[in-house]
């Protein structure tokens, strides 16, 4: 992919590096400054804003140039970049490619694992403020696609991004099976938890109505909720599975179709997956959108952070269970069961709790014993 195709691509001030970010790309400039082989004026702050089949694309005060890894990092196994990192880029007028000579620290990071039992963390962006759960409903369960959403949540909790849930194609369900599936974000997640239904068909007289209903649920509608989720200054990712309708959302936001977007599968209404490269989309008025390719799968290993995070109150309660290896499905003296029967804890966040929980004890169990998380 060559730099003029890659349209909508974020500004240097669109993004923004923290503190701690500024003080350690100094750090690391001065120690290569030092060692007399690289000249201070050649080093630069950078923002990865694109990842395809060619060099990283990145993006500095000068504009964007592809910038290959150095002999370095590479060698030290560190050249596992993603798009969002903040790195220190060296440009030397007489070389056509930029080099990336250091990956500065990360504030967090979007992670899944990727493998079985000798599988690794693979970082899907960096630096992220929130991130978009998209969900097309009207799936193979007929709804919201609830377990989905929890995993996706979970992988973003684990991080401390924020968390806001997009339900797309939301001409697939009749106004009350709409409703149902907020009800039903909203019951699996908490009221703190953003939620906007949408659909690309143009149905607008049907989709009013289901508009009505959705706000009335206190969730947004529409396109102008989701450019709510992302003003200026800010950095999401868009997190889904393949064909649930990411693209095309963005595509809508933008006005025209920056990002490739497949047919639509006449048996399920699902869209064919076509992102390829991990990059930023820049939203008029607003922050930046990192688009992510389909995910096929979202194993969880190693996320116990984000599943207390995301269900704190139940992980609270597990705390008191009479054995520490309590499954909370028949253990005697389980508080989380007494918690659900006395319903100081609801059960859709129990089930969801509990079900993630089994998933994460089993994926850990099958790992090699000498790999670390």
């Known amino acids: 992919m060559a730099l003029p195709s890659l349209r909508d691509l974020p500004v240097w001030g669109d993004l923004s590096p923290s503190e ?6 100094t750090r690391m400039r001065e120690t290569l400054a030092s060692t007399g082989d690289v000249k201070r004026e050649e080093l630069f702050l950078g923002c990865v804003v694109c990842l395809d089949r060619g060099f990283p694309a990145v993006l500095f005060e000068g504009g964007v140039v592809r910038a290959e890894f150095a002999a370095q990092l590479t060698k030290s196994g560190f050249s596992r970049i993603a798009v969002g990192d903040w790195v220190c880029l060296r440009i030397v007028p007489e070389h056509e490619v930029a080099q990336a000579v250091g990956i500065v620290l990360r504030e967090n990071d979007i992670a899944r694992w990727r493998g079985g039992s000798r599988g690794e963390r693979q970082t899907l962006a960096a630096n992220v403020d929130l991130v ?34 997009v339900l797309t194609k939301a001409d697939r369900l009749d106004v009350e099976g709409v409703v149902r599936a907020v009800a039903g974000v909203r019951e699996l997640l908490g009221d703190g938890v953003p939620v ?19 706000r009335a649920l206190g969730a947004s509608w529409g396109l102008d909720g989701v450019r709510e989720l992302v003003p200026k200054g800010t950095v999401s990712i868009v997190l889904g599975e393949s064909g649930a309708g990411k693209s095309t959302v963005l595509n809508r936001i933008l006005g025209y179709d920056v990002l490739k977007t497949g047919a639509v599968r006449d048996r399920d209404g699902a869209g064919r997956h076509t992102t390829v490269a991990r990059r930023m989309v820049r939203l008029p008025g607003g922050g930046v959108i990192v688009d992510e390719p389909g995910l096929r799968s979202l194993p969880l290993v190693g996320h116990e952070r984000g599943l207390a995070a995301l269900f704190p109150e139940v992980a609270r309660v597990a705390q008191e269970c009479r054995f520490r290896d309590c499954t909370h499905t028949h253990e005697p ?20 709790w509990v079900a993630l929980a089994a998933e994460m004890r089993t994926g850990a169990s099958s790992l090699d014993p000498d790999v670390v998380l």
Do not use: M, W, Y
């Not at 959403?149 to 991004?161: D, G, Q, T």
């Not at 949408?198 to 007289?205: E, K, L, Q």
């Open 20 to 25: 701690r970010q500024r003080a350690d790309f």
């Open 132 to 165: 978009l759960v998209v969900q097309p409903l009207g799936g193979g369960d007929g709804g919201a696609g609830l377990a989905r959403i929890a995993r996706s949540a979970l992988v973003a909790a684990n991080c401390h991004a924020r968390i806001a849930v």
């Open 196 to 214: 906007v239904a949408t659909s690309a068909a143009d149905v607008a007289r049907e989709c009013e109505s289901r508009g009505e209903a959705v």
């Open 333 to 352: 003296g389980c508080a989380v069961r007494r918690a659900l029967f006395d319903k100081t804890c609801e059960k859709a966040r129990v089930d969801a």
